[in-house]
């Protein structure tokens, strides 16, 4: 886009303000901000994962997690993985079985 209308510029950053202190306001609200009359990251993640209003946000503002937890997790996903696949493959194993004592039935 080479050139934006200035009525369309201004409306954009308006709403993008009123959005911006909406999504803060009930953070603070609805989060800890109130014990520490202060707004965190962590009101913040909250709301965009429990407020279907705010739910679009949720990839963009993750939880935090502490590193070591983030690697076992994942190190979980991985065993937990290698024994879904394992057991894909023992039931086409079976299957292959069972085709085979069809073919040797007939």
Known sequence: VS???QDALFLTAKATELFVQYLATYS???????EKNALTYSDLSHTAEEC??????ADILPKKIL???YLKMLEKEKRDGEVGEDE????EEEDEDETVD?????
């Open 102 to 106: 069809e073919d040797v039935g007939s």
């Open 88 to 91: 894909e493959e023992d039931e």
């Open 28 to 34: 603070y609200k609805h989060g800890r901000g109130k």
């Open 67 to 69: 590193a070591s937890k």
């Open 3 to 5: 050139s934006i209308n």
């Open 52 to 57: 279907e209003t705010f739910q679009f946000l």
